[in-house]
Nanobody, 122 residues
Framework: QVQLVESGGGLVQAGGSLRLSCAAS????????MGWFRQAPGKDREFVAA????????SSSDSVKGRFTISRDNAKNTVYLQMNSLKPEDTAVYYC???????????????WGQGTQVTVSS
């Protein structure tokens, strides 16, 4: 098991940028594929991006492709989500997750952080 703590959320105007961080502890970070998901009020949890154990492979949803970039630093036990050109529809609670597969389905991830709120104003 690994403990995950997200940070970096906040309020930003449309067109702005934020970088989310997710710090891991209590496990071997490089053993896990990592994912970012988000959940807006009244909606299901949605896949945002994922990255393989050593960062050699990444994937992202069509809704964020070209705007969001996932990366990781295994020496710092941290995964990042750089979010550019933010839109009001990106408003959600953002969660990082750890799992043994790089996948868009949240069921493949066993450990989750508590989430960080991102609000994009128009």
């Amino acid at each position: 098991q690994v403990q995950l703590v997200e940070s970096g959320g906040g309020l930003v105007q449309a067109g702005g940028s934020l970088r989310l961080s997710c710090a891991a502890s209590g496990g071997t970070f490089s053993a896990y594929h990592m994912g970012w998901f988000r959940q807006a009020p009244g909606k299901d949890r949605e896949f945002v991006a994922a990255i393989s154990r050593f960062g050699t492979s990444t994937s992202s949803s069509d809704s964020v492709k070209g705007r969001f970039t996932i990366s990781r630093d295994n020496a710092k036990n941290t995964v990042y989500l750089q979010m550019n050109s933010l839109k009001p529809e990106d408003t959600a609670v953002y969660y990082c997750a750890a799992g043994f597969f790089e996948h868009s389905d949240p069921r493949f991830y066993g450990d989750w952080g508590q989430g960080t709120q991102v609000t994009v104003s128009s």
